[in-house]
């Protein structure tokens, strides 16, 4: 079974679970659209990872099998032992990749692009970092490490980082020192001019003492959240795809194959009219995207949320009996849920049509039966009372939004 | 040691002196007699015995062939062009082949895919050197599509097997493209002097 499923309901409850202790202490950590954004990201990045059947695990497996030099034990520790540090390390080149080498950013943008910093920014992962990522541990599979070994791995590893994104684990002493921990990678988040470019380790932070990308916090300047170029949008299908749109445009109004080159493989901003970008702010002038949180629009982002994550756990565990046709489908539709949810939360004048018909279409079809495999009777219950509490919510939310209407305004940025 | 495991030692020690020698200067060059020499030296440990990983050396051959030849073809077919010169560009146009490689290659299984793209390379090479009068390495490409016929021949000489002839005519490529870069190396390269200008201090 897929361990991400196992994975969901924890991490969701370590996000409560956090959003709580820091209302308790008084601190503004979360945000419910933000919040709300990361989580619907995530899922989409996991909907899409079951539509191409864990890309860089299968060619992990295949380079192992036909090119692996050398057979493991995986009862030894010492295998172990080794897998794990050179795993760090090529995940540290990985992650250093995609900061520093432009279409890998327009992938991994997606992780920073959250202006808050809390558990639930953890979970904001890009839709297309496995076309790339594989590539980065072929090392691993040619010296032959088990891909079991890797899995495992690499699974430690993702749910260590998990705890990484939070502001309410302080400086560690020592511990700072040797790993990643939630005071290094609250740098490494930074829009800050000293944090740019550092804290690249996942689990260890000795690669990035090792080879000069490692930063300690500073307590006389607060991190602020964010990139050099904002997103200022809640859409998860922009939010995955803005950078490409970026690089595509860069290349065809540039000169030149070695410049178009470039373009897609160089740092991020090379060249010399990125200097000058619309939205590159000091951090002293830096605000947050925001839009207005009304009480509707809420309750719409979570009831909407909910139905994410339970069709994507559905997905999850009915993804192996489904063709490559159906799972893009099924994907394709988590990804207009979330999209629709995005323009519910940004005021968009299409979104009560858009979402109405959307819902009218997906839980019409699950309640008449017309779904992804069997569906039980009280899923389709389910689906007739879900459809009915969207519309409700849908039309109480379109009304508060026109009753308040001349209050609230464009979106806004608020101040960091 | 065995006439295999002599003849791939003889290619790494040419590819070897060509990477750390005479193509100091020309990344395409160095990177491309670097994967030749390292899968040579795989070889010869594999066919010595000392430590045989045939798979390895296969992969880092595959490598040779699909990423190393089209770069030599770089090198010599536009010698003052940034792939050839810049080692940025070279490592570009390395990783887009290595990539293909592996997924082509090793992932898909069309093992004929750097196979042609090393005789590919190699026969252009061959042409822009004959056109250009440039005897060094149009010797140094003749060598190597003489050596992928005779492998693809399988072609047997008493104690010669194959890979042998592949090996020879390698070798005698990679020799011959030390003293092309030789040659050129007292002739400036303009892209070169270029990035050199932009990286000194204002």
């Known amino acids: 079974m897929n361990p991400i499923l196992f994975a969901i309901p924890v991490f969701l409850a370590l996000v409560a679970l956090e959003a709580w202790l820091a209302w308790r202490r008084g601190l503004k950590v979360y945000r419910l659209h933000d919040a709300l954004t990361s989580i619907n990201i995530g899922a989409m990045s996991e909907a899409i990872r079951a539509l191409l059947k864990l890309l860089s695990i299968a060619i992990y497996a295949i380079v192992v099998e036909r090119v692996g030099a050398f057979s493991w034990d995986t009862k030894s520790p010492w295998v172990w032992v080794l897998a794990f540090f050179m795993y760090d390390f090529f995940y540290y080149w990985a992650h250093r990749s995609g900061h520093e080498v432009n279409l890998l950013w327009a992938s991994h943008v997606v992780h920073h692009s959250c202006e808050d910093f809390n558990l639930s920014t953890a979970l904001r992962q890009s839709s297309t970092n496995q076309v790339f990522y594989w590539l980065f541990y072929l090392p691993m599979a040619i010296v032959g490490i088990p891909v079991t070994v890797f899995v495992i791995i690499a699974l430690i590893s993702l749910v260590y980082q998990f705890w990484t994104h939070t502001q309410l684990v302080g400086k560690l002493g020592w511990a700072d020192r040797v790993f990643a921990t939630p005071s290094n990678h609250r740098c490494h988040?930074?829009?800050?001019?000293?944090?740019?470019?550092?804290?690249?380790?996942?689990?260890?932070?000795?690669?990035?003492?090792?080879?000069?990308?490692?930063?300690?916090?500073?307590?006389?300047?607060?991190?602020?959240?964010?990139?050099?170029?904002?997103?200022?949008?809640?859409?998860?299908?922009?939010?995955?795809?803005?950078?490409?749109?970026?690089?595509?445009?860069?290349?065809?109004s540039t000169q030149g194959w070695a410049n178009k080159l470039m373009r897609v493989f160089a740092p991020p901003g090379w060249g010399s009219a990125d200097a000058a970008a619309p939205g590159l702010q000091p951090d002293a002038a830096f605000t947050r995207f925001d839009t207005p949180a009304l009480k509707w629009q809420q309750v719409y982002g979570l009831l909407a949320s909910a139905v994410i994550l339970g069709l994507l756990i559905h997905l999850l565990l009915a993804a192996p009996s489904l063709s490559v046709p159906q799972r893009a489908g099924y994907a394709a539709l988590l990804v207009l849920h979330a999209v629709g949810m995005a323009w519910v939360f940004e005021g968009k004048r299409w979104a009560l049509v858009f979402e109405v018909a959307r819902a009218t279409l997906v839980f019409g079809a699950l309640a008449s039966g017309l779904w992804f495999g069997p569906v039980l009777p009280s899923a389709q219950l389910a689906a007739l009372a879900v459809w009915a509490a969207s519309l409700l919510v849908l039309v109480l939310a379109r009304s508060e939004r026109s009753r308040l209407g001349p209050q609230l305004g464009a979106p806004a940025r608020l101040s960091a | 040691m065995n006439l295999q495991a002599g003849f791939d030692g003889l290619l790494a020690l040419a590819a070897l002196w060509v990477a750390l020698g005479p193509a100091r200067q020309r990344p395409a060059l160095r990177l491309a007699c670097l994967l030749l020499g390292s899968a040579a030296v795989l070889g010869t440990l594999r066919f010595s015995g000392l430590l045989p990983l045939p798979q390895l050396h296969q992969f880092v051959s595959m490598l040779g062939a699909g990423v190393g030849l089209p770069?030599?073809?770089f090198a010599v077919i536009r010698p003052d062009g940034l792939v050839a010169t810049q080692p940025r560009y070279t490592w570009i146009v390395a990783v887009v082949l290595a990539v293909l490689c592996v997924l082509i290659g090793v992932v898909a299984g069309v093992k004929l895919w750097a196979q042609v793209w090393a005789v590919g390379a190699a026969v252009c090479t061959a042409a822009v050197a004959m056109r250009r009068r440039d005897l060094h390495a149009l010797g140094a490409a003749v060598c190597m599509v003489l050596a992928f016929a005779a492998f693809v021949a399988q072609l047997r000489a008493g104690p010669l097997q194959p890979g042998d002839f592949l090996?020879?005519?390698?070798?005698?490529?990679?020799?011959?493209?030390?003293?092309?870069?030789?040659?050129?190396?007292?002739?400036?390269?303009?892209?070169?002097?270029?990035?050199?200008?932009?990286?000194?201090?204002?």
Request: proline share 6%; aromatic share 10%.
């Open chain 1, 189 to 252: 988040h930074g829009r800050n001019a000293y944090c740019l470019d550092r804290n690249y380790g996942g689990t260890l932070i000795i690669w990035d003492r090792l080879f000069g990308t490692y930063v300690a916090e500073r307590d006389d300047e607060p991190v602020v959240y964010g990139t050099l170029v904002p997103l200022q949008s809640w859409n998860p299908l922009w939010g995955n795809l803005k950078n490409y749109a970026g690089i595509w445009r860069q290349v065809r």
């Open chain 2, 71 to 73: 770069l030599i073809a």
């Open chain 2, 167 to 202: 090996h020879i005519g390698m070798a005698l490529a990679m020799l011959l493209l030390g003293r092309w870069s030789l040659v050129r190396s007292q002739r400036p390269i303009p892209a070169l002097q270029q990035a050199q200008g932009e990286a000194a201090p204002s």
